[in-house]
C-alpha cells in the first residue's frame, strides 16, 4: 500500500502524540526520519509494483510510466519528453485509479489544451472520464450565464478610434502624440491613411496578454516610461469589459477568469485531477486549476514537457511549469524513454534545446540508431526531394514556422496531385499545428535568415514586455519551436538550405558534423 499523503500526516502525529517530545528539534528530527522512512517505504512499493506488467492499447508501459500510475500523492509532476509515451501514461493512470484505487469516472478531470489533443484521449480511453479543455471546463462552471464572443475587441478598439476618438480633441491629441509629435492636428488624416494600424495592434496584444497574465491594472499605472500608452489601453479596456458585461459576453480568455469566480458556487466532486500538455498552462489557467483543487481537496498529476513549451504568444507562461518543478509538487518523476525518434536526433534535439540552461536537464534514452540523420538538400531540389521521398514510399511532413512558408516551394494542389500519383502521405503543417504528430520523415524549410524566417526576428513591441516579460535567452521559444520540429521525425529530418541560411541551420550543422549528409538531387 502506497503512503500517501493524508497517512503521512496520521502516521507523524501518532509518533508525535505518543513520544510527546517537548523540544521542537526533537520533533523536527523525528518528522524527518519518519518522512526518510516512508518515501523509502513507498520507493520499494512502487518497485515492487513495476513487477506487474500494465499494458495499454496493447503496449506495455515502462518503469517510469508505472511509477507515476503507482505514485499517489498529492501533487505529482511527470516531467516528459518527445515520444515518451505521455498519453498511454495518462490512459494507464486513469483505467489504475477506477478499476483498482475506487475512483469512480464523474470524481476524475482530464485536462488538456487543444480539441485535437482532448479528442486523441478520448479515442483512447473506454470509459464515461470527463476530458476537455480548460475552455470548456470554464463554460460549464459558467453554464449559460455568458455568451462567447472572442472578435469584439478589434471591434472596440476601431469604435475607440473611429467614433469616441473623433468627436474629442483631447483624445484625437492623445492618439497622435503617440505617433507624431510635430503634427498633432492630422488625426484624420493619419487615420485614413492607417497610421494607427501599428498602435492598434499594440494595444490588442496588451490587452489580450494582460487578461491571462494574473496582474491588475495598478500595476501598468506605475509603467513611467509608457505613461500616455497605458492611459490609452486603461481606457479601452474598461470599455471592452463594460460592453462584453452589458451584453452578458466573454472572450476566451476573460472566460477562464471568470469560472475561477465561481468555482464556490459550484458543486464539483473531483477527487483526481490530471493535466496533459503542462508546459501550456498560463496564470489564468493555473488560477483556475488551483482553484478548484482548495474546492475539492482533488488530487493532481501533471504531465509535461518543458521543451515543447511553444505558445506564449497566447499566454502560456513557462514560469508556472519551472516554478512546481522546483517547490510546488509532491513528486517529480521522469519520462526516460524516446519510442519515436533515433538516438542520433535525440542527442541532436537536447543538445540544441539545452543551449538554453533554463530548461530541465533530461536523460532521455532510446534504442534506434540511424548514424546520419540530418540530411542537408538545397531549396530549389524541394519537388525533386518529394518524389526522391515518395518512391522510398516514405511518409511526409513538411514544416514551416509560418501558414505561407508552404508558398515559397509549390502550393496545397501541386502536393495534393503527387500524394495521389504516388499514393502516399504528404502533409503540411505549421509546427504549431504539428505538436503531438510524428511521421516517417520530416522536411523543415523556410530555413532563412530574415524577419519571418525560422527563427522568427518580428520583435513585441517593448511594452508588451511589462505585461509578458521577453525571456533572457535570445530566440527561446523560437529554439523550443525548432526542437518541436526536429522530434516529429521516427527517421530522418531534412533541412532545406536557403542562400541565406538562418542561425538554427548553422547550429544545427556546424554542432553535428559527423551526422550530417548532403543530398544532391
Known amino acids: 500500500m502506497y503512503i500517501n499523503y493524508n497517512k503521512k500526516i496520521v502516521i507523524i502525529a501518532l509518533y508525535l502524540n505518543r513520544r510527546k517530545y517537548r523540544f521542537f528539534i526533537f520533533n523536527y528530527l523525528l518528522i524527518y526520519r519518519l518522512n526518510k522512512f516512508i518515501d523509502y517505504y513507498n520507493d520499494l512499493y512502487i518497485d515492487d509494483m513495476c513487477n506487474h506488467e500494465i499494458k495499454v492499447n496493447n503496449y506495455s508501459l515502462d518503469k517510469q510510466q508505472l511509477k507515476a500510475i503507482y505514485t499517489d500523492e498529492l501533487i505529482t509532476l511527470v516531467v516528459a519528453g518527445a515520444g515518451s509515451g505521455k498519453t498511454s501514461l495518462i490512459v494507464g493512470k486513469i483505467n489504475y485509479l477506477i478499476n483498482m484505487c475506487g475512483i469512480k469516472e464523474n470524481e476524475m478531470l482530464c485536462l488538456s489544451f487543444t480539441n485535437e489533443a482532448v479528442d486523441n484521449l478520448k479515442s483512447r480511453l473506454n470509459n464515461g472520464v470527463e476530458v476537455m479543455t480548460f475552455h470548456k471546463l470554464a463554460t460549464n462552471i459558467l453554464g449559460n450565464s455568458y455568451k462567447i464572443n472572442n472578435y469584439y475587441l478589434s471591434y472596440v478598439i476601431d469604435e475607440y478610434f473611429l467614433g469616441i476618438a473623433i468627436h474629442n480633441k483631447k483624445i484625437k491629441k492623445k492618439l497622435v502624440n503617440l505617433i507624431d509629435k510635430v503634427n498633432v492636428n492630422k488625426y484624420e488624416y493619419y487615420l485614413n491613411k492607417g497610421y494607427f494600424n ?147 536526433i535525440v542527442n541532436i534535439s537536447n543538445k540544441f534545446i539545452m543551449k538554453n540552461k533554463k530548461q530541465i536537464k533530461k536523460e532521455i534514452l532510446t534504442t534506434r540508431s540511424i548514424t546520419s540523420p540530418i540530411v542537408v538538400v538545397d531549396e530549389y531540389s524541394f ?78 513591441p517593448e511594452i508588451i514586455d511589462y505585461v509578458f516579460p521577453l525571456e533572457k535567452y535570445k530566440y527561446a521559444e523560437e529554439r523550443r519551436l525548432f526542437y518541436v520540429g526536429l522530434t516529429r521525425s521516427k527517421n530522418e529530418v531534412y533541412l532545406l538550405k536557403s542562400d541565406n541560411p538562418s542561425m538554427f541551420y548553422k547550429e544545427i550543422i556546424n554542432d553535428n558534423k559527423k551526422n550530417i549528409t548532403y543530398l544532391k538531387l
Open 198 to 344: 501599428y498602435l492598434k495592434y499594440t494595444i490588442k496584444k496588451f490587452i489580450d496578454l494582460f487578461i491571462v497574465s494574473g496582474k491588475e491594472i495598478k500595476d501598468f499605472l506605475k509603467i513611467n516610461k509608457y505613461k500616455k500608452l497605458v492611459s490609452v489601453i486603461i481606457d479601452i479596456y474598461y470599455l471592452y469589459i463594460s460592453e462584453l458585461e452589458s451584453k452578458r459576453e466573454v472572450d476566451l480568455n476573460l472566460l477562464i477568469s471568470k469560472a475561477s469566480d465561481c468555482i464556490n458556487s459550484n458543486s464539483l466532486n473531483y477527487k483526481y485531477i490530471i493535466v496533459d500538455e503542462f508546459q501550456d498552462i498560463s496564470k489564468v489557467r493555473m488560477k483556475l486549476l488551483m482553484g478548484i483543487i482548495n474546492k475539492t481537496n482533488s488530487k493532481l498529476l501533471v504531465v509535461g514537457d518543458d521543451y515543447q513549451s511553444i505558445y506564449g504568444f497566447s499566454g502560456s507562461n513557462l514560469e508556472s511549469y519551472l516554478k512546481l518543478f522546483k517547490v510546488g509538487c509532491s513528486k517529480v518523476i521522469y519520462l526516460k524513454n524516446n519510442y519515436r525518434c533515433c538516438k542520433e
Open 383 to 460: 519537388m525533386k526531394l518529394l518524389i526522391y521521398l515518395c518512391n522510398r514510399n516514405r511518409e511526409i511532413l513538411i514544416l514551416g514556422r509560418n501558414n505561407q512558408d508552404i508558398n515559397k516551394y509549390t502550393n496545397m494542389n501541386e502536393l495534393k496531385e503527387i500524394e495521389a500519383n504516388y499514393n502516399n502521405k504528404i502533409d503540411y503543417k505549421t509546427i504549431h499545428s504539428a505538436k503531438g504528430l510524428e511521421s516517417d520523415c520530416v522536411i523543415i524549410i523556410n530555413l532563412e535568415d530574415s524577419t519571418l524566417g525560422f527563427p522568427n526576428k518580428i520583435n513585441n
